[in-house]
């Protein structure tokens, strides 16, 4: 199961049309409604402590999603465990819009790490950085930004999935929220935690693996922004090092130790050099921890700067930050949310540099109306052998892994490779009208 936030509540099916003038008199009528007095009494706990509710609204596939953070664990366990009209929880499992602009140009996803949680990782002090501080970025301020949450317990024997499993699910939530051709040709930057950055990396394997799966995401239009991962655990030696001091850390008991070497050894050691051999490597960049924190007897650093980098790319050092501060900031004046700040702004840029050519084609996509004008000229082949499909020869791949081609009737299709597309020359093919769909980059090209 999903670990259960110790500080936030989540409400989902709320209307549109619920009222919008104070969001705290919203969310306190609607708690109180279910306990009146048991509430009166919790709010004005809050009142005389001089600390309230972090309370917010962020529209999600065409409803509400409500998000209560509490100033602590004791007020948020004083909180109803339900409410009339409502789906309230406190595990964050899945996708959860924190923020929606009207018109959002660049979407961010944040992933937890092992045994954590898609709120508790990101919030210090009752204050969400992702929810509370991006929306105002100055570069980032028209954004969607969302977390992903799922079940990274160890503990959890019910459970069986690992970073595989973590990683296609990630992919299938992400694109089917990236539904409209203006959503998927949106930027999209994955902010990961410690080993949630290893789910998110074996995530753009995946999908350049599986693409046709995830219709809602190209590689062109992805970035990530490792905080404090372990990339670089070369030998089995160095795992086990890095898995102790994080088992001792997170509480883990011996007897899960097994476990948390299955799921992470092997597989991530492979999918470092996977991640290395992609066609497209999406923009990335990587931080590292300079503060130690104490593991059983001693302090030490979690993840070092080798072990953050990530082929080749040196990691950056974040000031004054351990293992669990470097993804969480009581302020959006700390040294540490302006940097990454600034790493985003940058992987952004790099992103539209990428797609700055020719329009992609996604076949997947709604139509625009260009793409339904009754006199969109076709390509008139000539002399094809219809017993025939053509060699692999004649498609060429561009920056991709490869081509494919498939006809119906009268129709030859032509699907890209997975980057800047395919390209093919079309020699003595008669009598059929073809239709390129490109890559996920700049599309295909066809010679006559």
């Given at each position: 199961?999903?670990?259960?936030?110790?500080?936030?509540?989540?409400?989902?099916?709320?209307?549109?049309?619920?009222?919008?003038?104070?969001?705290?008199?919203?969310?306190?009528?609607?708690?109180?409604?279910?306990?009146?007095?048991?509430?009166?009494?919790?709010?004005?706990?809050?009142?005389?402590?001089?600390?309230?509710?972090?309370?917010?609204?962020?529209?999600?596939?065409?409803?509400?999603?409500?998000?209560?953070?509490?100033?602590?664990?004791?007020?948020?366990?004083?909180?109803?465990?339900?409410?009339?009209?409502?789906?309230?929880?406190?595990?964050?499992?899945?996708?959860?819009?924190?923020?929606?602009?009207?018109?959002?140009?660049?979407?961010?996803?944040?992933?937890?790490?092992?045994?954590?949680?898609?709120?508790?990782?990101?919030?210090?002090?009752?204050?969400?950085?992702?929810?509370?501080?991006?929306?105002?970025?100055?570069?980032?301020?028209?954004?969607?930004?969302?977390?992903?949450?799922?079940?990274?317990?160890?503990?959890?024997?019910?459970?069986?999935?690992?970073?595989?499993?973590?990683?296609?699910?990630?992919?299938?939530?992400?694109?089917?929220?990236?539904?409209?051709?203006?959503?998927?040709?949106?930027?999209?930057?994955?902010?990961?935690?410690?080993?949630?950055?290893?789910?998110?990396?074996?995530?753009?394997?995946?999908?350049?693996?599986?693409?046709?799966l995830y219709p809602g995401i190209s590689l062109k239009y992805c970035g990530l922004l490792f905080l404090?991962?372990?990339?670089?655990?070369?030998?089995?030696?160095?795992?086990?090092?890095?898995?102790?001091?994080?088992?001792?850390?997170?509480?883990?008991?011996?007897?899960?130790?097994?476990?948390?070497?299955?799921?992470?050894?092997?597989?991530s050691r492979a999918s470092k050099r996977d991640f290395g051999r992609l066609p497209y490597t999406p923009?990335?960049?990587?931080?590292?921890?300079?503060?130690?924190?104490?593991?059983?007897?001693?302090?030490?650093?979690?993840?070092?700067?080798?072990?953050?980098?990530?082929?080749?790319?040196?990691?950056?050092?974040?000031?004054?930050?351990?293992?669990?501060?470097?993804?969480?900031?009581?302020?959006?004046?700390?040294?540490?949310?302006?940097?990454?700040?600034?790493?985003?702004?940058?992987?952004?840029?790099?992103?539209?540099?990428?797609?700055?050519?020719?329009?992609?084609?996604?076949?997947?996509?709604?139509?625009?109306?260009?793409?339904?004008?009754?006199?969109?000229?076709?390509?008139?082949?000539?002399?094809?052998?219809?017993?025939?499909?053509?060699?692999?020869?004649?498609?060429?791949?561009?920056?991709?892994?490869?081509?494919?081609?498939?006809?119906?009737?009268?129709?030859?299709?032509?699907?890209?490779?997975?980057?800047?597309?395919?390209?093919?020359?079309?020699?003595?093919?008669?009598?059929?009208?073809?239709?390129?769909?490109?890559?996920?980059?700049?599309?295909?090209?066809?010679?006559?």
């Amino acid at each position: 199961m999903s670990t259960h936030s110790s500080c936030a509540v989540r409400a989902r099916g709320v209307r549109n049309d619920a009222p919008k003038g104070s969001l705290e008199d919203y969310v306190r009528v609607a708690y109180e409604s279910h306990n009146r007095w048991r509430h009166l009494r919790f709010f004005s706990t809050c009142l005389s402590v001089g600390k309230y509710p972090s309370i917010s609204f962020a529209s999600q596939f065409g409803r509400q999603v409500g998000i209560v953070i509490f100033p602590s664990q004791g007020m948020k366990n004083g909180a109803p465990k339900s409410c009339p009209g409502w789906d309230l929880d406190d595990t964050f499992d899945g996708l959860t819009f924190v923020h929606t602009a009207p018109k959002p140009e660049i979407d961010i996803c944040v992933v937890h790490g092992l045994n954590g949680n898609a709120v508790d990782t990101w919030t210090r002090d009752g204050q969400m950085w992702p929810r509370d501080f991006l929306k105002s970025h100055p570069q980032l301020k028209p954004s969607r930004i969302m977390t992903y949450g799922y079940s990274s317990r160890i503990r959890d024997d019910r459970n069986i999935s690992g970073v595989a499993e973590w990683a296609s699910g990630l992919l299938a939530e992400v694109s089917a929220a990236r539904v409209t051709l203006e959503e998927r040709s949106r930027p999209i930057i994955f902010i990961c935690h410690s080993l949630g950055g290893l789910v998110a990396r074996e995530a753009m394997i995946e999908l350049n693996r599986e693409s046709k799966l995830y219709p809602g995401i190209s590689l062109k239009y992805c970035g990530l922004l490792f905080l404090a991962t372990p990339h670089s655990g070369v030998t089995l030696a160095d795992w086990s090092v890095y898995l102790v001091q994080l088992a001792e850390l997170t509480g883990i008991r011996a007897r899960d130790f097994t476990k948390m070497l299955e799921a992470f050894n092997y597989s991530s050691r492979a999918s470092k050099r996977d991640f290395g051999r992609l066609p497209y490597t999406p923009p990335h960049e990587c931080l590292y921890e300079t503060r130690k924190m104490r593991v059983g007897g001693s302090k030490k650093i979690i993840v070092s700067a080798d072990s953050a980098g990530l082929n080749g790319l040196a990691a950056q050092p974040m000031s004054n930050v351990d293992h669990k501060d470097i993804c969480r900031f009581p302020t959006d004046t700390h040294p540490g949310y302006l940097q990454i700040g600034a790493c985003l702004v940058r992987i952004q840029e790099q992103i539209q540099q990428a797609v700055a050519g020719p329009p992609c084609y996604f076949p997947h996509a709604l139509p625009t109306q260009q793409d339904q004008r009754a006199d969109k000229p076709d390509v008139t082949l000539s002399s094809l052998d219809t017993a025939r499909q053509p060699t692999p020869s004649g498609i060429r791949a561009g920056q991709g892994i490869g081509g494919s081609i498939s006809r119906s009737d009268n129709t030859i299709v032509i699907g890209g490779g997975r980057a800047t597309g395919a390209s093919m020359t079309l020699r003595d093919l008669q009598g059929f009208t073809g239709r390129v769909e490109g890559g996920t980059g700049h599309g295909a090209v066809i010679e006559i």
